[in-house]
């Protein structure tokens, strides 16, 4: 059974540009979570979709934005982006509370 | 809003020491699950616990579940080097609402040869 597949591994862009990262969670699990993890901050809850809806939501600005597919894989977008949206973001799916996690998209921001 | 401290924070020994790491909360989980994590890399599933009071073992790893479902610890027996990384823990709230998982402030480990 596959894991979580995070795609892309690495990303380094400008400040001012526009991400997009993807998440392809483990085959029936139709729960996907976001985190940004940063070194200071620690694990930070983006938000959580649940059948292509976004079902939570974290303290992020509106420049993080999320979608979810009808086949459960989830993307984020980040705009504007600031030198301290660099960062490990992680994403996770869920089948009865128990997440399992992709090996994340490290982006830095320069 | 739930939330678990975990303690330490940070945690340097030498190999072969035993360890404790705790995580608490004021608030009751359904199950609570522990991570470890290694740089660059996302967290692992280590276990999950479900009943209070539920004491899981695996290899030098025990993990407890507090009685009352609002703490858990892990202790680690004869440290190795491979057991250095971030441990987390995560609770899942009670059933019936749409609340998400709260994962803990982390614990990083380093076991020194």
């Known amino acids: 059974k596959a894991g979580v597949t995070q795609t892309p591994r690495y990303l380094i862009k400008t400040r001012g540009q526009q991400v997009t990262l993807s998440c392809s969670p483990i085959s029936g699990h139709r729960s996907v979570s976001w985190y940004q993890q940063t070194p200071g901050q620690g694990l930070q809850f983006l938000f959580e979709?649940?059948?292509?809806?976004?079902?939570n939501k974290g303290n992020f600005p509106g420049r993080f934005s999320g979608r979810q597919f009808s086949n459960s894989r989830s993307e984020m977008n980040v705009s504007t982006l600031e030198l301290g949206d660099s960062a490990l973001y992680l994403c996770a799916s869920s089948l009865e509370g128990e997440a399992f996690f992709g090996q994340g998209t490290r982006l830095t921001v320069v | 809003t739930q939330l678990l401290e975990q303690s330490p924070q940070f945690l340097s020994i030498q190999e072969g020491e035993n360890l404790t790491v705790y995580c608490n909360s004021s608030?009751?989980?359904?199950?609570l699950q522990w991570y470890r994590q290694e740089p660059g890399e996302g967290p692992v599933l280590l276990v999950t616990v479900v009943t209070g009071g539920e004491v899981k073992k695996l290899k030098r790893l025990t993990f407890q579940f507090g009685d009352a479902r609002k703490d858990s610890s892990l202790h680690i027996t004869a440290a190795q080097p491979g057991d250095t990384g971030l441990y987390l823990c995560?609770?899942?709230?009670?059933?019936?609402?749409?609340?998400?998982?709260?994962f803990g402030t982390g614990t990083k480990l380093q076991v020194i040869p």
């Open positions: 979709y649940f059948s292509e809806t976004q079902r």
């Open positions: 995560a609770g899942e709230p009670p059933s019936g609402g749409y609340q998400k998982v709260t």
């Open positions: 608030s009751v989980f359904s199950s």
